[in-house]
Nanobody, 126 residues
Framework: QVQLVESGGGLVQAGDSLRLSCAASGRTFSSYAMGWFRQVPGKAREFVSAISGSERNIYYADYADFVKGRFAISRDNAKNAVYLQMNSLKPDDTAIYYC????????????????WGQGTQVTVSS
């Protein structure tokens, strides 16, 4: 049974940093893309970032425009985990952050992700 568990969310002030972690179990995802999405109640789930599976130890990353230069995604295949380093946080970053896995390669649409975690709340106060 595949399970994704996010952690690292919390309440921070604007300008602070957080590092989200997502631990996967039930299957090895080294060749799968892993991504982060976020959602605010009443709004659609939106793409934040994704990282490709390993291709000869080369990884490709994609970021939403609103996080470029502030967030960094990484993964540790030995731990079957993906991380999201979030710097210079803004109140607009407040959302539930979800980890997801895609068999379809590097994608930025939530519908192309097959496995999802339960989410972790990130709240940024001004």
């Amino acid at each position: 049974q595949v399970q994704l568990v996010e952690s690292g969310g919390g309440l921070v002030q604007a300008g602070d940093s957080l590092r989200l972690s997502c631990a996967a179990s039930g299957r090895t995802f080294s060749s799968y893309a892993m991504g982060w999405f976020r959602q605010v109640p009443g709004k659609a789930r939106e793409f934040v970032s994704a990282i490709s599976g390993s291709e000869r130890n080369i990884y490709y990353a994609d970021y939403a425009d609103f996080v470029k230069g502030r967030f960094a995604i990484s993964r540790d295949n030995a731990k079957n985990a993906v991380y999201l380093q979030m710097n210079s946080l803004k109140p607009d970053d407040t959302a539930i952050y979800y980890c997801a896995v895609s068999k379809n390669g590097l994608r930025n649409k939530w519908i192309e992700y097959e496995y999802w975690g339960q989410g972790t709340q990130v709240t940024v106060s001004s």
